[in-house]
């Protein structure tokens, strides 16, 4: 968008915010999800590209975005699930050798709408006191031949569901099972569920060995009959309760090694007798301490999740880590099954690494060893 339009976000609580339009123009004048922010310093293409943002209009918390621009090998999924972006100021100029297209023409090319010049400060703090909210924005200046009206957006917002009850992981998997080839020395059979799966896990998966991607709906007797090295349960949006795939987990435990990062993990937990509950803002970020019970260690972590296990709810693991923020339930273990999980990703991408040794703690699993 060449011409500078004024855009307005509204939140279904009415509060109001200007700004600019970005990117592509919203089917209908009006792009809607569930508002959540991201305190990442960078890797805004790998979180607008991760699938577990279906849903979501992502606020970056960070002040200036896009001045290292995109390209074509740090997308996370074959295209962006957000359903929008807001930031507080959007570098109209790229400047990094790996840049091919600015994050503005990648937002446009994409069919991603966004609204700049937000008070990302304000709309955080007010996110952190109500807690993730509906929103609605589109362009309320009449220069625009699209735009739309204040009041417009304002009904929108009233009416606007956000990801509550929704299972958002038929709209991210995959349509038909693929294999992604061994890059290391790893000779292991690893199935990947894919229930929102990105790039970055499979080259950590593809170092112990090959790695099929299925798709979510795959039952778990088509799984064990590949007979697998162990199973892997990706990343994903929504409501896990939604999704009908906790008693295809649970088809698993027991039979075959089993790993899980975020929604997988929730799916784990409940198939291990615990509840899900939402939080109050999700935990979206690349900074957030995480305690390692077993080891000690204090582990700086990547996190994007609304949903977490209920503490004191499970009945058949045992808890391994803990957030330090806010003392959510960030990793489990069963207490019967060669089985664990994690609430946090340990690919990263984008973020810290200091969890990556997870990876290997699945191989040991599968070798027949303690997680």
């Keep these: 968008m060449n011409d500078i339009y004024e855009s307005l976000l509204v939140l279904s609580d009415g509060t109001a915010f200007q700004g600019e339009a970005i990117g592509a123009v919203p089917d209908g004048g009006i792009a809607g999800g569930e508002v959540v922010f991201n305190t990442v310093l960078s890797g805004y293409q790998e979180v607008l590209t991760d699938p577990s943002y279906a849903g979501q209009i992502v606020t970056f918390t960070y002040p200036h975005i896009g001045n290292y621009g995109t390209n074509a090998e740090d997308n996370e999924s074959r295209r962006p699930f957000a359903r929008g972006v807001i930031v507080r100021e959007l570098s109209r100029r790229m400047s990094n050798w790996r840049a091919t297209e600015s994050l503005d023409a990648f937002l446009n090319r994409r069919g991603v709408p966004g609204i700049a010049g937000v008070d990302t400060r304000r709309l955080t703090r007010h996110i952190r006191e109500a807690g993730s909210l509906p929103g609605v ?25 956000g990801t509550d009850g929704l299972d958002l992981v038929a709209e991210v998997t995959t349509g038909q099972p693929y294999e992604v080839a061994a890059t290391g020395a790893g000779s292991r059979r690893i199935v990947a569920y894919d229930f929102g799966i990105k790039s970055t896990i499979l080259t950590n998966l593809t170092r112990l060995g090959t790695v099929e991607v299925v ?28 999704t009908g795939l906790v008693d295809t987990v649970a088809g698993l435990l027991g039979e075959v ?26 935990h979206h970020g690349g900074n957030h301490p995480v305690k390692n019970l077993t080891t000690g260690t204090i582990e700086i972590t990547s996190q994007n999740h609304s949903f977490a296990i209920a503490e004191g709810s499970l009945t058949r693991a045992e808890v391994t880590h803990v957030n330090l923020n806010d003392g959510v339930i ?17 690919e990263a991408g984008p973020g810290p690494r200091d969890s990556a040794y997870l990876f290997e703690n699945f191989e040991h699993l599968m070798k027949g060893n303690v997680a």
């Design 215 to 242: 798709p979510a709906s795959t039952p778990a007797a088509e799984v064990l009959a590949r007979e697998p090295d162990g199973v892997f349960l990706s990343n994903g949006p929504g409501d896990p309760e939604r």
């Design 330 to 346: 960030e990793g489990i273990r069963s207490r019967d099954a060669p089985a664990f999980s994690v609430q946090h990703h340990p």
């Design 137 to 161: 924005f589109g362009i309320v200046d009449d220069r625009f031949e699209g735009h739309v009206s204040e009041s417009a957006l304002r009904e929108a917002a009233a009416r606007e569901p």
């Design 257 to 282: 090694p089993v790993f899980g990062i975020c929604l997988g993990h929730q799916l784990m937990g409940l198939a291990l007798g615990g509840r899900i509950e939402k939080l109050p803002f999700g």
